[in-house]
């Protein structure tokens, strides 16, 4: 199992030192997401401040990029990481891809696997010299040299998809390299939904299900005192009521035993009551969707949970106070060790 640290991106003077503190800890990857600063930009940095580090987007946002922007910055990384870059990418919820983008968000699922399709054409295309992609919503067909980044002495970047419905992770099993399980995905959603839906999209597709990378974020909350571990539960508590507020993930909440979840933030959230939105998610809530454990018990209890189902385990929130990242990088090692 890859035990890689989750961070937003971050000033470009300051990623470097990151990506060098969590090489040093023992992470094997720093995987970034893309908020209001871009991961493609944070990646290059850190593959230049810290050779050897695996870095991925997980996810940068698809569509407001043409398929060769982004094959063309995924092979660049590619090359500068060595091989060691995973282009993770995901259609994002249609208001941000509108009205913040503006860009359109027709059929989302099926674009995306167009899209994802149409990336690794591009790929062949920096080798051979000839793009040839036709699908129902990107047709490329035309490369000249001097626009040809040309081959790299490293495989094709691998691409992850962003999935949570089962279409999305039967489109995944069928045509990406991983997926990103999202953080709410709790080992019972991942069961019901995450493995057997990739296991049936592969089979269609005439793969092996365990080639597909599981790459699965999970919020932890350690400690070894109440105290130490209180922040760190309002934390997760907070970033619980953010991703439950989409009407797309209710389905997760219900089927754990938490119906009418996301109908109550949403509620919260058009009031514009932040802390009313936090409320909402309890200890109940945090018990089922969040790993909880003092500092000695934590990769036992991580490995309880993802051991023969995660390829790669995100920490999502080991990012903290003064040595935490450097006290999570022992849990990474003996994850990474097992």
């Given amino acids: 199992m890859y035990v890689d640290v989750m961070t937003v991106p971050q000033p470009l003077s300051q990623i470097g030192d990151l990506a060098r503190r969590t090489q040093s800890a023992g992470f094997s990857g720093l995987l970034l997401t893309e908020t209001g600063r871009t991961a493609y930009l944070n990646a290059a940095v850190a593959s230049q401040s810290a050779p050897g580090l695996e870095l ?171 105290e130490e571990r209180a922040d760190e539960r309002e934390f997760v508590r907070t970033s619980m009521s953010f991703y439950g507020s989409t009407p797309n993930y209710a389905f997760i909440w219900d089927e754990a035993g938490f119906e009418g979840t996301t109908a109550r933030l949403r509620e919260k959230q058009k009031a514009g009551d932040i802390a009313g939105m936090a409320a909402q998610i309890t200890d109940e809530h945090i018990a089922a969707f969040a790993t909880e454990s003092t500092w000695d018990g934590l990769a036992d209890a991580l490995t309880a949970k993802y051991a023969g189902i995660a390829t790669r385990l995100v920490l999502y929130n080991a990012l903290g106070g003064p040595g935490r990242l450097e006290r999570y990088g022992e849990i990474a090692k003996r994850l990474s060790a097992a």
């Fill in 56 to 226: 991925s987007t997980g996810v940068a946002v698809a569509f407001p990029r043409s398929p060769f922007v982004t094959a063309a910055s995924a092979w660049e990384l590619q090359e500068a990481t060595g091989g060691k870059f995973r282009l993770g990418i995901g259609t994002q919820v249609r208001t941000h891809v509108v009205r913040r983008y503006g860009m359109a968000f027709e059929q989302p699922g099926p674009r995306l696997r167009d899209y994802l399709l149409a990336v690794k054409a591009c790929f062949a295309a920096f080798r051979t010299g000839k793009l040839e992609h036709h699908g129902d919503f990107y047709d490329l067909d035309f490369i000249t040299p001097q626009w040809n980044p040309g081959p790299i002495d490293a495989p094709d970047p691998e691409v992850d998809i962003a999935a949570v419905n089962p279409w999305m992770l039967r489109m995944a099993g069928e045509v990406a390299d991983g997926v990103h399980v999202h953080p709410i995905g709790e080992p019972g959603y991942i069961a019901r939904h995450v493995l057997p839906n990739l296991a049936a999209g592969a089979a269609r597709a005439g793969r092996s299900a365990a080639d597909i990378a599981k790459i699965i974020p999970v919020m932890t909350i350690v400690g070894d005192s109440d």
